[in-house]
Each structure stands twice: as structure tokens, then as C-alpha cells.
């Protein structure tokens, strides 16, 4: 990983439903990332990334609408990080002033390979447009467990099972705990870089139980953790 990346991850550390607005200035552009589902934005990746004071949890079109005029900015790209609340943000947009553009990140993931994109020179636009390209080339899923007995697109899961969900596919894979549905996840899959980001009850022997599965399922893969904190999904997934 070079140290652009490894800096933009670190600053976009992830968390259940906390919001956190990053202004990123520059001489030529002046636009506001607002992101659902972040925990921290750390003040070292760049000088021109300063984090501001948490947005609190939203979900509701009238509360992003109120957590983007507290950006201050008229130039605002919002990444939901979750296919939940993408149509609140869309809705959201269209009861503010300003330019605000929703790039419809389904993950936190998603939103991460959004954010290694950005390029100081764009125009608004153009930074959507680089971060929507950066969205749909990420490929990302996430390990849950079940709550209850379900069946998903035809494919049953038990109540305690753990299962890989993909944003489009919806169920990938199924396993008793974490390493065995991280396993038959990547069991078809190719990538140079697997990304585990951590879920807060994620502990050591249970990071290198991930680790050995994903190397296992993809022989000579580079696997790097990230301790993310998310409350829900154990595991956030990207493959590169």
C-alpha cells in the first residue's frame, strides 16, 4: 500500500451511524464530503482535509438536509455508505441551496475507494464524477451475522449463521462464524489486495483467523487490516 492510500484510510477510520463532514479546501475548489457512517476523520492525511464536529446519526431526508447546511459549504458531495439511505441523501439534496451532488456509495468501503480518488484540481462535478467511477469499480461485500432464520434471493440462512453479503448479489456465502464465510466469499474471486476492516467485537485471534482465510482462498494475496469499529457488519470487505 503507498502512503496516499495508507494516509486516506487511516482518515476515514469506520463506525456504525456517526456522521462526520470533511472540508477539503484548495485554492481552486472549495467542497464539503459529508459521509454516513464514519467514526473518525484523522487531521494528518492531508492539510487540506480538516475534520469538523460530528453531524450526529442521520437517516432521515430532513436530517441530512440540516447536517449539510451545517457544512457551511455550497459545493457539497455527500456519500451515504449505505444503500439504506442513499434515497433519504438524494431526497435531502433537494431541499438545500448549494450544489450537492449524492454519490450513491452503498458501504463504507465503497466510500473509502471513493475518497482515494479525490483530486484537488476538480470542480465539483468532476470530483463526483471521479468518486461515482471509483464507487462502481470497487469490489466490496460484507460479513454479518444473522439475526433470525431468513431466506435472501433463494438462499436460506439460520439464525446465528454468518453470511457474506455483496451490495447486488445480496447473499455470496455462508459459514458458521467469520473465517469460513470470509473463505467461500473469496473462493471465486481474483485480487492482488484484500482490505478486512474490523468490526468493533473483532478480536486478535479472530483478525488472524481472517488473515489465513483470505490467504488460503487466494493464493499469494496481499491482506491488509484496518480496525474499523463498525458496530454491525464484522467485516467490511475490498478487493483491489
Do not use: C, H
Not at 95 to 118: D, H, Q, S
Not at 216 to 223: K, N, R, T, Y
Amino acid at each position: 500500500m503507498n502512503a496516499l492510500r495508507s494516509a486516506l484510510v487511516s482518515a476515514a477510520l469506520l463506525a456504525g451511524l456517526s456522521a462526520q463532514a470533511v472540508e477539503l479546501r484548495t485554492t481552486l475548489t472549495k467542497t464539503s464530503i459529508l459521509e454516513s457512517e464514519v467514526k473518525e476523520v484523522i487531521d494528518r492525511a492531508f492539510e487540506q482535509i480538516r475534520a469538523q464536529v460530528p453531524l450526529g446519526r442521520f437517516g432521515e431526508p430532513a436530517e441530512i438536509a440540516d447536517a449539510i447546511r451545517r457544512t457551511g459549504s455550497d459545493s457539497i458531495v455527500v456519500l451515504p455508505n449505505n444503500s439504506n439511505v442513499v434515497l433519504a441523501a438524494k431526497q435531502a439534496a433537494a431541499l438545500v441551496k448549494g450544489r450537492v451532488v449524492v454519490v450513491p456509495t452503498r458501504n463504507a468501503a465503497e466510500g473509502i475507494a471513493a475518497l482515494l480518488a479525490w483530486d484537488p484540481s476538480l470542480s465539483i462535478d468532476g470530483i463526483a464524477a471521479k468518486f461515482e467511477s471509483a464507487r462502481n469499480a470497487a469490489r466490496t461485500f460484507r460479513i454479518v451475522e444473522a439475526v433470525r432464520n431468513a431466506t435472501v434471493r433463494g438462499v436460506q440462512v439460520m439464525a446465528g449463521e454468518t453470511m457474506a453479503l455483496d451490495p447486488v448479489d445480496g447473499i455470496i456465502a455462508t459459514g458458521p462464524d467469520d473465517a469460513a464465510a470470509l473463505a467461500r466469499a473469496l473462493a471465486t474471486e481474483t485480487a492482488e489486495l484484500v482490505t478486512l476492516y474490523l468490526g468493533a467485537d473483532v478480536d486478535e485471534a479472530a483478525a488472524e483467523r481472517l488473515v489465513l482465510a483470505a490467504r488460503d482462498a487466494i493464493p499469494g494475496v496481499e491482506v491488509e487490516l484496518q480496525r474499523g469499529g463498525q458496530p454491525i457488519e464484522r467485516v467490511l470487505v475490498s478487493l483491489e
